[in-house]
């Protein structure tokens, strides 16, 4: 266990870290049974300083409250919504490439910072779903020789790379070594068209994956990723965390 | 408390559980939530909504904007009801935790300015109980936090409130308290773990 890293959990469980601390911490936790246990110990210690602070909200608060969740949906169990979530995967290595990475703009920097590097996997395995179609288009573009192949890299090995082919009007996202969006979030991908930015597909938890995106590629300028809420957003709401372009 | 419930003549549903420990009462109402029961969320709402709210004004100070963060807080919670792991923890922690996040994500993605500009007068926003049983429960129940968290050394219970109460990073803390970075980190995790062993929470 590192023992740095470790020693968060007392701020984590009190929400007193930064965004880029919290995936790191609980990239940590996914490993950590100990410091699971040791967080739910200290969240639950810190629930209790709620005793100071009881106040009575406004009676307007319980009927707005009963008349919000009359119009929305409980959610079901975790493993239940992960299965569910419509996503068509392969797993494939990137390339092995001598790349470096790029110089980014300062927001990009610091989100990149986010992305902690992952396996050094290179066997390609193609993970048998029910998608049989779904992955034929996705392999074809990977194997069209004229597709345009951009690779984003991050400090610490992780990569994203977009495999366009212009004949297929596919574009397929292949990322290696990302590391989990932060609890409650997913990365969520995004064809640029001009200023708008129009979803592309929510990204599973992998940290190595290909995903076929979800429409045209050939009119797209770009493919971005950003963080969003689970189950995705309409449009991004945060700034990407990479910016590829495809055009 | 379960010979309490085996009093009752004919327990109906609803009723069997009013005799039950809160914590696992609020289980149980959780659970009835996540199947779509929003008259067990009301009596849910009855039993949290001040313990939630009072959270979140502290942390955020305004009330408007808490009565909008307390709102979000308890949307999600329904929302998410079929996600509470009882083995993780209570129900009212895991309730906890999810209005201070948000209340932590509203002030941190809003002009701090604005917080802390506000004056809080915390003289109105007193306590306002329905039962007095209630309120001497819960008097009781905050002398029992607040000796337990008196025996926390004074600079560990300086960061931990400034990061829980706050909404403060550890690093925000440990440069407004003026601490070599990771100093408060330490502060915080010794005073949980003091506090969470001085309340007898497993840990």
């Known amino acids: 266990m590192n023992d740095d890293i470790h020693t968060l959990s007392g701020a984590y469980a009190v929400d007193a870290v930064d965004d880029l601390e919290r995936v790191r911490f609980e990239k940590h936790l996914s490993a950590c049974s100990e410091c699971v246990a040791e967080v739910d110990s200290l969240r639950a210690a810190a629930g209790q300083l709620g005793y100071l602070a009881e106040v009575t909200p406004p009676a307007r608060l319980r009927e707005q409250v009963l008349r919000d969740i009359a119009k929305v949906r409980p959610l079901p169990p975790q493993a239940t919504a992960e299965a569910s979530a419509r996503i068509e995967i392969t797993r494939q290595s990137l390339r092995e490439t001598g790349r470096r990475p790029r110089r980014f703009p300062t927001w990009l920097a610091a989100a990149a910072a986010v992305i902690v590097i992952g396996s050094g996997a290179t066997a390609v395995a193609v993970q048998h779903n029910n998608q049989v179609q779904t992955q034929t288009v996705a392999e074809s573009v990977l194997a069209d020789p004229n597709a345009s192949r951009k690779t984003q890299a991050f400090p610490g090995g992780a990569s994203a790379e977009v495999v366009a082919s212009k004949s297929l009007g596919k574009a397929v996202l292949v990322t290696h070594g990302i590391a989990n969006a932060p609890a409650g979030k997913v990365y969520q991908a995004w064809f640029q068209h001009g200023e708008s930015f129009t979803s592309a597909g929510i990204m599973s938890s992998r940290a190595d994956q290909t995903l076929l995106l979800d429409g045209d590629a050939s009119t797209a300028s770009a493919v971005g990723i950003t963080v969003e809420p689970e189950g995705g957003s309409s449009s991004p709401t945060s700034a990407p965390l990479a910016l590829i372009t495809i055009a | 408390m379960l010979a309490m419930a085996d009093l009752r003549a004919v327990p109906s549903s609803d009723d069997s559980l009013e005799g039950a420990a809160p914590a696992e009462r609020y289980a149980a109402l959780l659970r009835q939530a996540s199947l779509g029961d929003e008259g067990a969320f009301a009596q849910l709402y009855d039993a949290v909504s001040s313990r939630l709210y009072g959270l979140v004004v502290r942390v955020i100070r305004d009330p408007a904007q808490s009565e909008e963060v307390t709102q979000e807080a308890l949307l999600e919670i329904w929302k998410t009801a079929s996600r509470f792991d009882q083995d993780r923890g209570s129900a009212l922690g895991w309730m906890m935790t999810i209005a201070h996040r948000k209340a932590v994500d509203r002030v941190r993605s809003a002009e701090a300015s604005s917080r802390r500009d506000t004056t809080y007068h915390e003289s109105t926003q007193d306590v306002d109980y329905d039962s007095t049983a209630e309120a001497a429960q819960a008097s009781l129940d905050a002398e029992r936090v607040r000796r337990a968290l008196a025996t926390l050394t004074?600079?560990?219970?300086?960061?931990?409130?400034?990061?829980?109460?706050?909404?403060?990073?550890?690093?925000?803390?440990?440069?407004?308290?003026?601490?070599?970075?990771?100093?408060?980190?330490?502060?915080?995790?010794?005073?949980?773990?003091?506090?969470?062993?001085?309340?007898?929470?497993?840990?």
Do not use: N
């Open chain 2, 154 to 203: 004074d600079a560990q219970r300086g960061a931990l409130e400034l990061a829980y109460f706050g909404g403060y990073t550890h690093t925000e803390v440990a440069s407004m308290l003026g601490l070599p970075l990771g100093t408060a980190k330490t502060r915080i995790r010794d005073g949980l773990i003091r506090l969470r062993d001085t309340l007898g929470l497993q840990s």
